[in-house]
């Protein structure tokens, strides 16, 4: 099968999960139409954020990139923003935690580098990606137990035997990760497939077919931690860096219905704090039912519990959750656009 034909093929599954996302949402056409007029102009920072954070997550896969390609492969930022922003539009599309996007970046970086450093580079970004989330759900425990200490959020037993899970949950995927990052995670995670019943042919024989390629992709990323760590952990800053600037989204929001914490400067910085743990929580809850395609019902159900768990109305919830579903129809829209009008 061609390139060509894998782009179409990859077009059409956006195209479909658009159709499917708008004939999905939780409210009328009539109600929508009505949440996006109360937006208004708010919509501009809300959709235009989102520039800022596809920006800083195209500087982090370059980072992955230039630690793993030769010196004689040229790869400019802009096509890694282009790749960037079309692969995380069919992630949003597409089923399986979101991998859609992956074999595409491969696919189409592979006319900038060799196919075996393409797949490196993504491979990497994609657990620098995962990585930088455990990090921020991990920190964002510690914010909700100052503001807690504060005064400004409850702390009781069921919380504080949540966040203790999601402590340990988190500590041993940071543990995984680091021990992925020594040694190499691909070919365990090809075994590891091989588990699932019905993939233990289907494993044996990718092992087979790809040894060396799998070994050399695993060599790449142990190589990139141990003897490019300043690229490294650039990399991972900028993630994290990504999922604070995602926060603004959420803050734009609650400014919209007028909560601002008193207003003034600690106003703000206090609805901003409340932002990133309503993100944390949204986020995670949506990730750890990743299968769906774009996540359908679960974020929307993130946002309402998680902001119903910091005093807010379950209706800003609703309205929230909206708002970002019509931001990812936008941004796949964009994302589908590039993939057809970008340079080959």
């Known amino acids: 099968m061609t390139k060509q034909r ?3 093929i990859f077009f059409l599954l956006g195209v479909v ?6 004939l999905t949402f939780d409210v009328s056409f009539v109600e929508l139409w009505q949440h996006l007029c109360r937006a208004g102009y708010w919509l501009i920072p809300i959709i235009g954020v989102w520039f800022v954070i596809y920006g800083i997550n195209a500087l982090a896969w370059q980072c992955t990139i230039k630690g793993c390609k ?8 802009w096509r890694i923003m282009r790749l960037t922003v079309t692969g995380y539009a069919l992630n949003y599309a597409t089923p399986v935690g979101g991998l859609g996007g992956e074999p595409y970046r491969i696919m189409e970086l592979s006319k900038n580098i060799s196919k075996q450093h393409a797949a490196s580079s993504v491979i990497l970004y994609a657990m620098m990606h995962v990585f930088a989330h ?3 759900w991990f920190s964002s425990i510690f914010l909700y137990l100052y503001l807690a200490a504060v005064g400004d959020l409850p702390l009781n037993a069921t919380i504080g035997i949540t966040l203790g899970i999601i402590i340990v949950f988190c500590l041993i995927a940071i543990y995984l990760f680091a021990k992925g990052y020594r040694h190499g995670l691909v070919r365990k995670t090809i075994r590891l497939i091989g588990k699932i019943p019905g993939l233990r042919e289907w494993s044996a024989r990718f092992q087979e077919q790809h040894a060396k390629a799998l070994a050399n992709i695993d060599t790449q990323i142990a190589s990139l931690h141990q003897h490019g760590r300043k ?3 650039c990399s991972l800053s900028l993630e994290y860096i990504a ?12 400014l919209l219905f007028n909560i601002d914490c008193g207003g003034g400067f600690e106003g703000l910085a206090l609805t901003f704090m409340h932002s990133i743990l309503i993100l ?4 995670l809850l949506a990730n750890l039912v990743g299968f769906l395609p774009m996540q359908l019902g679960v974020q929307e159900g993130g946002f ?5 768990a910091l005093g807010l109305s379950a209706a800003l919830g609703i309205f929230v959750s909206i708002i970002c579903r019509v931001r990812e129809i936008v941004w796949i829209l964009i994302g589908l656009m590039l993939m057809k009008l970008g340079k080959q």
């Open 17 to 22: 999960a658009v159709i499917v996302m708008l």
């Open 134 to 136: 455990f990090l921020f």
């Open 70 to 77: 030769d010196e004689n492969e040229q790869v400019g930022f």
């Open 243 to 254: 999922r604070i600037v995602q926060s603004f989204e959420i803050m734009f929001m609650l």
């Open 304 to 308: 309402v519990l998680s902001i119903a």
């Open 280 to 283: 944390a929580l949204t986020s």
């Open 231 to 233: 690229l490294f952990y």
């Open 6 to 8: 894998l782009n179409n």
